[in-house]
């Protein structure tokens, strides 16, 4: 009976997150269960989900959480129900998925939210920083590095906005 929710800032990646979805159901749980399973998952843009009521899902889970506001990642929050932990806090399971150099739309960092958020949303925890990039090769971000950095001074760009 848990009700979870998959919410993201790009509604362009609605029909790939659907099928990602019933792969990955498909693959974990069988063909035979994928309806059941899906009509326990909720996929929405976080735009959508101003009228839903709190503590809605047992567990959301946010993709391109960089491209979100302080009152978004905090309704988000929100949606969550609690749970009493093994140490009798309640807890929520949040989980945030972003990459900061992938902050397109220019919103601040999220280290830099946190006196923004709600008491209760902390990023304490299990955090995992991948070092790998899998959306290009190296032979791309060589490329992709000398065109902004400039090295050759081609373009006249003192400070090519990008960070570190």
């Known amino acids: 009976d848990?009700?979870?929710?998959?919410?993201?800032?790009?509604r362009?990646?609605?029909?790939?997150?659907?099928?990602?979805?019933?792969?990955?159901?498909?693959q974990r749980a069988g063909r035979e269960r994928v309806r059941a399973l899906r009509s326990r998952v909720t996929v929405k843009h976080v735009g959508a989900l101003r009228r839903v009521e709190p503590e809605?899902?047992?567990?959301?889970?946010?993709?391109?959480?960089?491209?979100?506001d302080a009152r978004a990642l905090a309704m988000l929050h929100a949606l969550v129900r609690p749970h009493v932990a093994?140490?009798?806090k309640?807890?929520?399971?949040?989980?945030?998925?972003?990459?900061?150099?992938?902050?397109?739309?220019?919103?601040?960092?999220?280290?830099?939210?946190?006196?923004?958020?709600?008491?209760?949303?902390?990023f304490r925890g299990r955090t995992r920083i991948?070092?790998?990039?899998?959306?290009?090769?190296?032979?791309?971000?060589d490329v992709a590095f000398n065109v902004?950095?400039?090295p050759l001074r081609q373009h006249g760009t003192s400070d090519p906005g990008m960070r570190e």
Not at 12 to 26: G, H, N, R, W, Y
Not at 56 to 68: L, N
Not at 95 to 122: C, R, T
Not at 130 to 141: G, V, Y
């Open 2 to 10: 848990t009700q979870v929710l998959v919410s993201f800032f790009n």
């Open 12 to 26: 362009a990646l609605s029909p790939l997150v659907e099928k990602l979805l019933v792969e990955a159901i498909a």
């Open 56 to 68: 809605s899902f047992d567990g959301v889970f946010v993709d391109e959480a960089q491209d979100m």
């Open 86 to 88: 093994q140490d009798g």
């Open 90 to 122: 309640p807890v929520r399971c949040l989980q945030l998925f972003m990459d900061d150099s992938q902050n397109v739309y220019g919103q601040v960092p999220i280290d830099a939210l946190k006196e923004q958020l709600p008491e209760g949303l902390s």
């Open 130 to 141: 991948l070092k790998e990039t899998f959306r290009a090769t190296r032979d791309i971000l």
């Open 148 to 150: 902004v950095l400039d």
